[in-house]
């Protein structure tokens, strides 16, 4: 059995290497976390004080400046998700399956974000809480799909075998989310022709593009950071269960 | 060939052989149905209406519910490895297994169904479409639910980790199962809802044992570095 | 080369030639099974190869490996328990009914293989290695719970598959009476 003893150290693997990528990357994190409170602030100034209330929906429609940036990323998280575990599965880089790991949850708590502002949402504008309606329901079964994955890293002791696993369930549920959609928006639309909520929705002014806009942003910064604080901790806690598990055959030895 | 038929023959022996595990999922398919009753009321009319959903949430259960025995008796006495290292690939061998999952948990389940459909008042048009619509969507759920076992087998508790995470790939399924029925938008989006249903199973059947086969050899076996 | 986490072994280099065989000893818990496991394709190595030469890897998998568990279930026969395998694994040994007599297990070819002792399952594992010709075998401690009319067995059938130019690698606490042996002592648990 041989060994290759001649590294390779350019970028891709310098990433590639847990410790390294801990290096180099926590230099990033407080600027990420400036950024991101930065932008919070000014969103969420444009959002209470800077946009008008809509004419019909009234104050309400401050719940766009929250909902709509979380719906987007309950679905760039899980393409987050795809690629990270491309990574694990194609390239096999280490850092690929921390990345999938950390998303997860992420994921989850953006989806859940946005089910709970859609529904306080729809209470006004709608008059119930839970509308049968195609977005509602493809982002809750969205919502379903991440808590499965995340159970199903919970599940396994050995993390580095559940990284392949949970890879290949990933991709099988990112070729069905598409369909799931197609299927749910079929479906709901056959059920309520006239729906209150049209896709292209009203023209919107600048006043609230703004606040949208800087708002998009804070939350995927918000989600940047996060990401990466959650694949430190991962590359930590790993580290700590290799040292455990090192010092109790020592102790047993 | 010969290699895909003996597996589908040793397994239906032994599904068979026993007579309990197919039994214990027809029982359980009927007796989800027949409890719908005491939950709703015996409204003939609401039942009759809510009665192809019943069927297919029965139909739906027992086929998610009977996934951990699929692999994990293999994993257990040691034939699992040796799938591994057969002459036939793995995904044949799961491909084999998928068809023997819907001869012993969805067709029981389609020709019980008549008893269903007698006791939740349903008229015959409506069954011979509920027929049709199992017969075209349960095999897309027996490979499915293969995925699902295989992703859990190497867990040791992943009894109800499969049915969880395979329920939501599932909605669609459900969806066209239930259009093929009850044609909402007029008969032309029944037709429409048969072909997806048709699509669906056809891609299932022919990429998940891939999947599938990728699941359980990279859950034994460690990732190179 | 490891399992889990836990590293067993490193550099280790070994080179078995067709015609012999190798006895993997070596305390519980010092990596034998996943040794075999590792060479088997089973388990992924942690660094390095398993090669085998002469091979073409389009003819299928070139080795039979028995690990603890027999793979036999009940209500099925012992006779159609081996014939499913053969149909697997392709007919290109033995017929099924001479490996039978072959492992003393020819009376109970119409049994039940659940009602069969720990011995006999043993003996239906290495009917198994008959019925389909591989040069490789790679057994984990093939003597367990046979008599002493088993290891003869055993070790007939191993010089008859070695003098045929087949391969074995064994991890094992027995003595098994082959010539063309080499030991690899395994050391304890790291």
Known sequence: ???????????????????????????????????????????????????????????????????????????????????????????????????????????????????????????????????????????LILLFIYLGIVALWRAFDDQLKAARIVAIFTLVGAVNVPIIKFSVDWWSTLHQPASVFTADGPRMPGSILTPLFVMFFAFTFLFITLQLVAMHTEVKRRRVMTLERKAARGDAS | MTGFLSVIRRDLRLAFAGGGDVLTLLLFFIIVGAIVPFAVGPDQELLSRIAPGVVWIAAFLSMLLGLDRLFRPDLEDGTLALYRLADLPLSAVIAAKVIVQWLTSALPLIVASPFLAVILTMDLDTFWRTVLSLLLGTPALAAFGAFGAAVTVAIRRGGLLAPILIAPLCVPILIFGIGVIAPLGGPGQGTAAMLFLAALSLMALALTPFAAALAIAWGRSRAPP | MGRGETILARGLALDVAGGSGLLLRGPNGSGKSTLLLTLAGLLAPVEGTVTIEGHDPDDGPALHYCGHRNAVRARITVRQTLDFWAALNGHTGLGADAALERVGLGKTAKLDAGYLSAGQQRRLVLARLLVSRRPLWFLDEPSAALDADGRVLLAELLSAHLAEGGLAVIATHDDIAVSALTTLQLGAAP
């Open chain 1, 1 to 139: 059995m041989s060994i290759d003893t001649t590294p390779k150290m350019n970028w891709w693997n310098r990433l590639a290497h847990p410790g390294q990528f801990v290096q180099w990357t926590r230099p990033l994190i407080w600027p990420l976390v400036a950024l991101t409170a930065l932008l919070f602030a000014a969103g969420l100034y444009f959002a209470f004080f800077n946009s008008p209330a809509d004419y019909q929906m009234g104050d309400t429609v401050r719940i766009m400046y929250v909902h709509v940036p979380t719906a987007w990323l309950s679905q760039f998280v899980y393409g987050t998700m795809a690629v990270s575990a491309l990574g694990t599965l194609v390239w096999r880089h280490p850092m690929a399956d921390v990345s999938m790991k950390a998303a997860a949850p992420l994921g989850a708590a953006f989806t859940a974000m946005a089910l709970f502002t859609g529904s306080l949402w729809g209470r006004p504008t709608w008059g119930t809480f839970w509308e049968w309606d195609g977005r509602m329901t493809s982002t």
